[in-house]
Structure formats: structure tokens, C-alpha cells
């Protein structure tokens, strides 16, 4: 049986050097929160981000669509597009 080979994790050259300030409280507005698009690419993203602790420290994600939805269905939509179609596997300590 062959085995695939895992890329190797290496260090953003573009960020050598450069100073990480103190961001700012941010809040991200995604417009059609429900759709295709943040399913696969932004709830996904976002998470990843958090992840790696690069977002902020008071960061906040409002999701807004035409369908009307209760704060624990979108929170359910979003584990599930997480755990389908992020780059790594969900971990519950992430916030």
C-alpha cells in the first residue's frame, strides 16, 4: 500500500521580521451567512484563523441571510461546514 507524503510546515518568509501590533476589537458581517460561499471558504477561514491565534482578541462574527435562523442553527451550520471542508481537523479548545 502507498503512503502519501505529508507537505512539510514551513515559516511565512513574508512575515520575518515584522512586528504583530495590538489589533483593535473587530467585527466581521458575512452577507449570506447561510450560503455556498461561507460554507466552504469564510466559516472555514475564519475558523483556521482562530486556530492559528491570529484573530483578535474581541472578535465578533455576525451572519446575516434571508432565512431566519436561531443563534444555535447557525452555530450548528457552522461546526458542520467546519468540519467538512476545513484543512484541519475541528479541535474544541479552539474559541
Not at 449570506?32 to 461561507?38: E, M, N, P, Q, V
Amino acid at each position: 500500500m502507498a503512503t502519501v507524503a505529508q507537505p512539510e510546515q514551513r515559516e511565512n518568509p513574508l512575515v520575518e521580521g515584522l512586528e504583530r501590533l495590538p489589533v483593535h476589537p473587530t467585527t466581521l458581517a458575512i452577507f449570506g451567512a447561510t450560503g455556498d460561499l461561507s460554507k466552504r471558504k469564510l466559516l472555514p477561514a475564519i475558523y483556521n484563523l482562530a486556530h492559528e491565534g491570529a484573530l483578535p482578541e474581541r472578535f465578533n462574527l455576525i451572519g446575516i441571510s434571508r432565512g431566519e435562523q436561531s443563534d444555535e442553527e447557525f452555530q450548528q451550520l457552522a461546526r458542520e461546514s467546519i468540519q467538512q471542508f476545513s484543512r484541519r481537523p475541528p479541535d474544541d479548545q479552539v474559541p
